[in-house]
């Protein structure tokens, strides 16, 4: 009975249709489009955090490959108010970033992708101004991390889909 329900689960798992984004020439095709893509500039701090973050995502191929997509990037960094105390101080933030980007292949100038990434985060807002302002470069430094995850997840699907 183990055996029987063992084996149609393996049978159910191989039907699902789900394929790994680096399959396919041990990889190298979904390497060689990533390294290939050039990463627009990027205005501001949160600009150069994304930028940094997606370079190191992306130049995972052979150096010096000319680029064959652009991403251009904009993106939305916004900060807010969410608890007000009895004294009307803050004491919660939450920090957004949202990233609007699209993938342009540099032969024919088409836009292969136009997406949205974005995160949030929570942030105390204690009595010391240093520890709030560390606190919030810390936040903006992961959710940099979060949309360039995002990013190239979403660009490396596309990419395997044109292929």
Known sequence: MRFAFAFLALLALSACGLQPIYAGANGKAAIADLSAIEIAPIEGRDGWLV??????????????QTPRYRLDILLDDELGSLGLLSDETVSRERRTLRARYQLVDLSSGAILLDSTAGSDAGIDVVSSDYATIAAERAALERLAQVVADQIVTRVSLTLRAQD
């Open 51 to 64: 930028a940094t973050a997606l370079e190191d995502r992306l130049s995972i191929g052979p150096a010096g």
